[in-house]
């Protein structure tokens, strides 16, 4: 039995001797690489400082949850615009005209102020030698509520015709 105990003792320090210069040629070198490899990953993605990699994609994916909160911020806000701008008056029409022909040059006007759906006003001033009168309607789908002058239908039709 001496012998047994002997020899499964010395097999056993066979074992960590080889397993002891496995480590030292073998997997220490490679664990070196290792260990290299990750410090320059850190590195890479710590933005070069002491911070390790798993806090800056931490911090990363912070900025990236608050960039899309400030993205659908800003779309909510542009929504908003976009809303006040369909009631802008992007349509413009104006025609001058001479009133009267006793009155010298073109002093009477039609002026329609419309949203890109037709709706607005146009505005009327007649000039005369003793008075300037001055009218308004209301437009509705390019059409207004009451009786419109050939003048008032004209500038109706520019504001229509205009790039909105």
């Known amino acids: 039995m001496p012998d047994l105990t002997a020899s499964v003792l010395a097999g056993f320090g066979s074992a960590l001797i080889v397993l002891g210069g ?18 320059t990953h850190d590195g890479l993605l710590g ?16 900025g990236a949850a608050t960039a899309e909160r400030e993205i659908a911020q ?20 104006f025609m001058r005209y001479n009133a009267f022909a006793d009155v010298g040059s073109d002093q009477s006007y039609a002026l329609a102020l419309l949203t890109r759906d037709g709706d607005g006003v146009v505005l009327s ?40």
């Open 47 to 62: 933005g070069g400082g002491a911070e390790p990699a798993s806090r800056r994609v931490e911090t990363l994916e912070t």
């Open 22 to 39: 496995y480590h030292f040629l073998v997997a220490g070198p490679r664990l070196k690489r290792v260990r290299t490899m990750l410090g």
């Open 125 to 164: 001033s007649i000039y005369s030698r003793e008075e300037t009168r001055t009218y308004g309607k209301a437009v509705l789908k390019f059409q207004t509520a009451q009786e419109a002058s050939d003048e008032e239908r004209s500038a109706i039709a520019q504001a229509k015709a205009a790039a909105s």
């Open 74 to 93: 800003a779309a909510a806000r542009i929504a908003a615009l976009e809303k006040v701008a369909q009631s802008e008056t992007p349509r413009i029409g």
